[in-house]
């Protein structure tokens, strides 16, 4: 059994040779669609990466499988980031169901996050659906100094407190604050409240 940690998770692999041919294959497209996006030649890649022309070459056709060096002196001469070579690209368009959604729930249930869009490393920001039955509420603690909270009512109405001063916030309307601080949700409405919530993290 081969375990594998990738952000912090493990990923278990029952056959090595498995793993690797497919981690080769990604870093072989990711590579070659990265070189052919910047018209780069595979000379120029060699001399800006301090890697072969011969190496880059079988790379690009999963025939080679490189050190962890080799992607290091890839990344860094490609001024790129290594998990873009080493992770499978995101397509340029997704569709997220809603059924599909591991939904988070608080406040016995009556506060409900489906979390269509989560934190990545190459975006800066967070994407959520809330719905807050009658009398649901969350004390949210502070987020890292920076980080804003945009949200938008959809329907019914949201109560917000941000350093124990009140806003309401009725379908159609929308707030922005500073989320580092203390700030809480509340539903004092007669009917469900849906919104939309965008968490933007600083750098």
Request: net charge negative; glycine share 6%.
């Given at each position: ?21 497919e ?6 497209k ?10 780069l ?5 060699a ?7 011969t ?5 690009e ?13 890839i990344?860094n ?16 368009t997704?569709?997220?169901?809603k ?7 608080e ?9 269509y ?6 975006r800066?920001f967070?994407?959520?659906s809330?719905e ?35 806003y309401t916030?009725?379908?159609g309307?929308a707030?922005?604050?500073k989320?580092?601080?203390a700030?809480s949700?509340?539903?004092r409405?007669k ?13």
């Open positions: 059994m081969l375990f594998i940690l990738h952000y912090g998770r493990y990923i278990v692999h029952s056959d090595r040779s498995v793993f690797m041919e981690i080769n294959l990604i870093i072989a990711n590579l070659k669609n990265f070189r052919e996006s910047k018209k030649s595979l000379e120029k890649v001399e800006l990466t301090g890697v072969s022309k190496m880059i070459g079988q790379i056709r999963g025939e080679s499988s490189p050190t962890i060096t080799t992607i290091w002196k990344a001469g490609l001024k790129i980031s290594f998990t873009s070579l080493i992770n499978n690209p995101q397509p340029d997704k569709v997220i169901s059924t599909d959604i591991q939904i988070l729930s406040d016995n249930g009556k506060y409900q996050v489906y979390p869009f989560p934190f990545e490393d190459n800066r967070e994407v959520y809330v807050i039955e009658e009398g649901g509420s969350l004390d949210a603690d502070s987020h890292r100094e920076g980080t804003e909270e945009f949200i938008t009512v959809f329907e019914g109405e949201l109560t917000i407190s941000v350093n124990s001063i009140e916030i009725k379908s309307n707030i922005r604050f989320a580092d601080r700030h949700y509340y539903n409405g009917t469900l409240a849906k919104l939309s919530m965008i968490i933007y993290y600083p750098v």
